[in-house]
């Protein structure tokens, strides 16, 4: 028992100089990483905008644009389909069925599995094709 005593007290005062070097002297000191997709764009604004957030919203909102484009100039009239659900739908209608049912696979998939999330990116890519395709 002693012997272990001995080793582990040999031990301490190498890993006290370890942290002093690396650790716990740098605690409050920024380094430059890079590029990150979860740091915030603008750290003082009420909101955490995030690289991640911001391309989030600018494709909900570029897509909501692209189908208002098409329903004013291309499709005048809408371009309504009564699809395998029974519904007569739209553009817009039908982006919103895909942008509500990737939410809610993107949900289950982080409560069920975690994370990677690169799986149900494709699933709900496959998700708005068929709802654009069938429904």
């Known amino acids: ?30 380094d430059d990483k890079g590029f990150s997709w979860t740091d915030p764009l603008w750290p003082d604004f009420w909101m955490a905008w995030t690289p991640a957030t911001f391309a989030l919203f600018c494709g909900i909102f570029g897509a909501i644009a692209f189908v208002a484009v098409l329903e004013v100039w291309k499709y005048p009239d809408g371009l309504e389909r009564k699809g395998i659900l029974g519904l007569t739908t739209t553009l817009g ?18 409560g069920f599995v975690g994370q990677p999330i690169w799986i149900p990116l494709f699933i709900a890519i496959a998700w708005g094709i068929f709802v654009f395709w069938k429904i």
């Open 1 to 30: 028992m002693m012997r272990h005593l001995i080793w582990i007290a040999t031990l301490l005062p190498g890993t006290a100089f370890g942290q002093a070097a690396t650790g716990w002297g740098n605690v409050g000191k920024q």
């Open 93 to 110: 209608d039908r982006l919103f069925i895909t942008l509500l049912g990737s939410a809610y696979i993107f949900l289950a998939w982080l």
